[in-house]
């Protein structure tokens, strides 16, 4: 189970395992390790197995907005925890309080605006 000082979900059940995400995604594992290093998806150690916040992939599908925003993130020098950090830091001014919770939202456009920035 991730510990205080991990990013994203406080939950483990929160959390996708790779195969876990093929399954839902409905693709094979190596697809799955081709769409993390083309910046589809986002995936860190927890308990030394890679994995990625279950509300990442929602409705069987990537949402619609991460792979923009994670290469907005990756363009300004954030590495994938330092992303998923700011991906689930609380912003009160989001809906849901943190731009993952937005991304699946009508504030889509605005967590991509702000991840922009950081850039500048």
Known sequence: MPGPESAGP?????????????E?????????????????LIAVRRDG????PADLVANDTVLKHLPGV???????????EAALRWLYEPDD????????KALAG??????????QALGF
């Open 49 to 52: 197995v890679r994995r990625m």
């Open 106 to 115: 009508d504030q889509a456009r605005e967590v991509k605006r702000r991840a």
């Open 10 to 22: 406080a939950d483990a059940a929160d959390w996708l395992t790779l195969p876990d995400v093929a």
């Open 70 to 80: 994670l290469n907005l993130l990756a363009d300004a020098g954030y590495d994938d």
């Open 93 to 100: 001014t989001l809906p849901g309080a943190a731009p993952a």
């Open 24 to 40: 839902r995604l409905d693709v094979s594992i190596s697809k799955v390790h081709q769409m993390i290093r083309d910046r589809e």
